[in-house]
């Protein structure tokens, strides 16, 4: 009876990681409010921690071992109770121009933190976390999808050659001039022959006839539905870019959004990230902005000229403007993919884009006869300002939203040759703003601009309690069964129990690796988990039994045993390991999660109940020459 070195370096190798990254666990972090840039080129120094804890010291909020670190600080404090109090007086203490979040706060010694030890997230249900409730402007996404519809109906009536005196827009209504009936007769049953997406109304002004164009009721709504998929989709491409594991996000009615990120680390990071309602537009530099244009103040002169307009320049505080013309060439909308750098020429932050085959086109065909001109990358953003009323019979605040708009032109270059589908963007303010502005372009363009409209945080108490009925659940479970494996198996028994232990170790271990959230199912999973590790050994025992009582010595009944219950273990935990793969493919929130711990706890437990046993009982039993009897 051997067993060779190599599984024993293995096991070696298995529990001390496993025993090391398992540790972590043991150390729960703590509530805090992190303090960060309402802008990801926003600088923040050490002064902003003494500033906060002033702002506590006022409200007599404790905290302790304040930090800082990575452009954030960081002020824990000692109770969640007292973590949502910080956060409201933070946010009206210091203003705007910085993003108050709730965080958690990691408790695991140094040591294990430079090893990468870290404890296995939580899941909504067990940690808590962030709950935001998201509007979609639902009248923007109308306005947004007109404006590119008025210069796609532009564009179409000037291919096909129908005649119009001026096409206008003005409160999602486009109206076209013509010179007589018969060319506005021609355009309506273009129009009808098209897409018949406009209700049509022919009207007589004194300069003529024209035509009013309004989208119809099913169009709206088409428009609206697409708005809410598409902001969607982008919020859960955005949620993949900053690595949040296990996060709920789906549809509330008709325009709202509600996002769950459990154990979010950085939280402050992720409220930006998905609030920032932000899009590009490619323009170019109008042929009138020099004369426009003070050259030493920056500053527009005179009225905006028609078919423009004026924009901040490099940043909203800079004092400068820049005249651009008012069709785009396209918007965020065509960009396919995006990556943050360095650029070779200057050393500055850049982002490369790629464009899709229609972007390719549009750019290319802008842009041709455009060589030597100045092109300008605008960037829009929508925003909400909070405010504070107080009532005047109750005395309590409350929060007012009001949501604007902020554009500014990040850069205008000169266009050296015509562009096609790549080209990048230079003159970026920071490394930080290059990487946030690629992110959100990879992660896809907002249909319409989402607005904040609740922030809750699920309490600490709630995830404590579900934690101690989940750990208490564990704990029953595991006893029960070690007590049945050691009376009805003896020493064999005891083995086995040695290697649900590492079973669970293991599995805590490997979720921390991929980052994956235990939830309340999860935690089903592991039990459910702990009785097929145990079924394996009862497979494995119950064999060298029988083989004992065919007449086979204790060695060989030992090796026959574990040789001939490998192929029932395996199968077994094959058909089940591929139903939890095909949970976790059609399945979402705590079916995941299940399903997540339940195809981890399968593969631990083929290792343990195999190898691992059979290592345990070579040891005991493998050197006895005179082996006469199995205590099993």
């Known amino acids: 009876m051997r067993y060779p070195a190599w599984k024993y370096l293995l096991i070696l190798v298995v529990l001390v990681v496993s025993t090391l990254y398992a540790l972590p666990s043991l150390y729960p972090d703590e509530p805090a409010v992190q303090i960060s840039g309402a802008k990801a080129g926003t600088q923040i120094d050490q002064s902003i921690i003494q500033k906060a804890e002033q702002i506590l010291q006022s409200e007599n909020i404790a905290s302790h071992d304040n930090s800082f670190t990575n452009n954030a600080a960081l002020l824990r404090l000692d109770t969640s109770e007292a973590q949502l109090k910080a956060k409201e007086a933070l946010r009206r203490g210091l203003g705007d121009d910085y993003v108050v979040a709730l965080n958690l706060a990691p408790t695991t010694p140094e040591w294990l933190q430079k090893i990468g030890a870290k404890p296995m997230k939580l899941g909504l249900d067990l940690r808590g976390g962030v709950h935001f409730l998201l509007e979609v402007d639902m009248d923007k996404a109308i306005s947004q999808r007109m404006e590119t519809s008025a210069a796609d109906l532009r564009r179409q009536l000037r291919d096909n050659k129908l005649k119009f005196n001026s096409l206008s827009l003005n409160n999602n209504t486009i109206t076209l001039q013509f010179a007589n009936n018969a060319d506005r007769d021609a355009v309506m049953d273009f129009l009808r022959r098209n897409g018949n997406e406009y209700t049509q109304q022919a009207v007589a002004t004194s300069e003529g006839s024209s035509l009013r164009l309004n989208y119809t009721d099913v169009r709206k709504q088409e428009i609206q539905s697409y708005a809410v998929n598409q902001n969607l989709t982008t919020l859960r491409n955005r949620i993949n870019e900053l690595g949040v594991a296990e996060a709920l996000v789906q549809t509330q009615g008709r325009n709202r959004i509600v996002v769950e990120l459990p154990g979010v680390q950085d939280t402050a990071e992720a409220k930006r990230v998905l609030g920032r309602t932000a899009n590009l537009e490619f323009r170019l530099v109008s042929d009138l902005n020099d004369q426009y244009i003070d050259p030493y103040t920056g500053q527009l002169t005179g009225p905006v000229p028609p078919g423009t307009e004026a924009f901040a320049f490099e940043s909203l505080d800079s004092g400068r403007q820049i005249l651009l013309n008012r069709s785009r060439i396209l918007t965020g909308e065509r960009v396919q993919n995006a990556s943050s750098g360095f650029s070779q020429d200057t050393g500055g932050a850049e982002v490369n884009i790629t464009l899709d085959a229609a972007g390719g086109k549009l750019m290319a065909d802008a842009t041709r006869n455009a060589v030597g001109k100045r092109m300008a990358v605008l960037f829009i953003e929508n925003k909400q300002k909070i405010t504070y009323v107080k009532d005047p019979k109750t005395g309590a605040q409350t929060e007012v939203r009001t949501p604007y708009t902020e554009s500014v032109v990040i850069n205008a270059a000169t266009i050296q040759q015509v562009l096609g589908s790549q080209f990048r963007i230079?003159?970026?303010?920071?490394?930080?703003?290059?990487?946030?502005?690629?992110?959100?372009?990879?992660?896809?363009?907002?249909?319409?601009?989402?607005?904040f409209v609740e922030e809750r945080v699920v309490g600490p108490s709630l995830g404590q309690e579900n934690i101690d009925k989940g750990i208490l659940s564990t704990e029953v479970g595991f006893i029960l069964v070690?007590?049945?494996?050691?009376?009805?198996?003896?020493?064999?028994?005891?083995?086995?129990?040695?290697?649900?232990v590492v079973n669970i170790a293991m599995i805590l271990t490997v979720m921390s690796w991929i980052g994956a959230s235990l939830s309340l199912p999860g935690i089903a999973g592991i039990i459910i988990t702990i009785g097929m590790a145990v079924d394996a050994n009862v497979l494995i025992c119950e064999r060298i039994r029988e083989e004992i009582k065919w007449g086979a010595s204790p060695k060989q009944a030992i090796v026959a045993g574990y040789e001939r219950a490998y192929n029932t273990i395996f199968d077994s935990n094959l058909t089940t390991f591929i139903v939890a793969f095909i949970l976790f493919a059609i399945g979402s929130g705590p079916i995941k999660s299940f399903a997540v711990t339940h195809m981890i706890g399968i593969v631990c437990s083929m290792f343990t109940s195999i190898t691992v046993t059979r290592a345990i009982v070579q040891l005991i039993y493998g050197k006895s020459r005179n082996l006469k009897k199995l205590s099993i």
């Open 426 to 451: 230079t003159g970026l303010s920071s490394p930080q703003e290059a990487s946030e502005l690629a992110l959100m372009l990879r992660a896809g363009a907002l249909a319409a601009p989402m607005y």
């Open 482 to 500: 070690a007590i049945w494996m050691v009376v009805f198996f003896r020493v064999f028994g005891v083995i086995a129990n040695f290697a649900l």
